[in-house]
């Protein structure tokens, strides 16, 4: 709800996150009186005595206010997912103490994958064969889970969320998240006091960050099915004037091979090939430009602290609505890191002198070559993923800023023991 300008009003946000139906647990936003506003007041829609913006009643300005995005329980959670990294020992005693917790004395119902459940570890330990039993298994690929799980728990490193990213490819429930890994920028909370925390979370009112996600389809053959069409003049005059042919733009003529919501980034790049990778990037059907270099890698704001940050892009808090464009290892000394905002479309196509194909993945996984003809389409998704914050979700980002990549860590400057010593003063 946006109040007129110049006027005061309690904010609502209500967000539906995991689960179907009425009778299915959700979680809203509490009401919340602020000052002001983290991201700038309502703007004016008029401009001098005469100016304004065209009025569209189709479209609503949303103003997020991060201070009002509180957690709490429509109905108490019943089901809850744990989700465990892979291949480490040292998480065998924290995972079992979190599933009796959950099941002894909280009487939850607990979802596990199945690799996870029929561990080495667990099938030995014989005090632990009661609890197993009791948990539900499921298998990535051929068991659906998103419309009974209320509440998602990792325990590892970030790689663990972006798993839980994945599971989910429409609505995500609330992610609370364990640093028992190896960076841990998006794991918040410290194992050592899980009881406490978890319930906190089951009690509600906790702050949470909705991280964007990418929407992401990859349309094979498109261009040149498009290109079998014969060119008008209209046409030609649009790709002249730096326009990708409206039957290219809005085709469906190619086979969508693969749809998903992505939480950190996509990147194309030359894969096996020496030569530079060189591919055609689109925003709502124009040619921005050609990026001939080792790649390019389209992020979130979540993202901007991962591979994006490696290649020299800015870190990005996670409530911005924004997507970002950052080249890797450009052939030219001006291509910089680009912000563009979150509600564009970008393309991504193998420009048509590359030498070699490109490769693609999403956020780590599904990699796959792009040929002449693929294309890539990019924006932000409405179904973010609602990660639970430990303190708050401006003290959080700064906190791992601070811990996990050591932003800003120098040596002080010692202050001088006398004024007079210094130069200006001598001048």
Known sequence: VIPPVGKSCNVYYRVRLGGQGLSAPFFFFLPHRRAHFLHGPYPATHFGPKA????????VMHIQDPASQRLTWN????????????RDESLVEPF???????????????????????????LKDESF??????????????DDI???????????????????SSLFQ???????????????????????????????VFEGNA?????????????????QRADQQPHTHETQQQEYNGLLARDHAHSETGKVTLQLQVLNEVVVDRGPSSYLSNVDLYLDGRLITSVQGDGVIVSTPTGSTAYAAAAGASMIHPNV????????????????????????????????????????????????????????????SCYPVPSICCHDLVYDWFESLAECLHWNVRKRQARLADASDSSDTEN
């Open 52 to 59: 304004c913006i065209l009025p569209n009643p189709t479209s």
């Open 75 to 86: 109905k108490p959670p019943v089901n809850v997912l744990v989700i465990r990294k892979i």
């Open 96 to 122: 079992k103490e979190l599933c009796r917790f959950l099941v002894e004395e909280k009487q939850m119902m607990v979802y596990v994958e199945r690799r996870v459940a029929d561990d080495a570890a667990l």
């Open 129 to 142: 064969s009661l609890i197993r039993n009791q948990l539900c298994t499921f298998r990535e690929g051929y």
């Open 146 to 164: 998103s419309n009974c799980i209320d509440l998602i728990i990792c325990l590892g490193g970030d790689g663990t969320l972006l798993y839980a």
């Open 170 to 200: 429409d609505s995500v429930p609330p992610v609370m998240a364990f640093h028992l890994g190896s960076l841990g920028f998006l794991t918040p909370f410290k194992f050592e006091s899980y009881k406490t925390e978890v319930a906190k």
């Open 207 to 223: 702050a949470i960050t909705l991280r964007s996600r990418l929407k992401v389809k990859v349309v094979k053959d498109m261009l």
């Open 321 to 380: 609505p924004a997507i970002m464009v950052t080249p890797i290892c450009p052939h030219s000394l001006s291509f910089r890191p680009i912000v563009v905002p979150a509600g564009v479309e970008l393309m991504i196509t193998l420009s048509p002198d590359a030498r070699n194909t490109a490769w693609v993945s999403f956020d780590g996984r599904k990699r796959q070559e792009i040929q002449y003809g693929d294309c890539i389409k990019i924006t932000t």
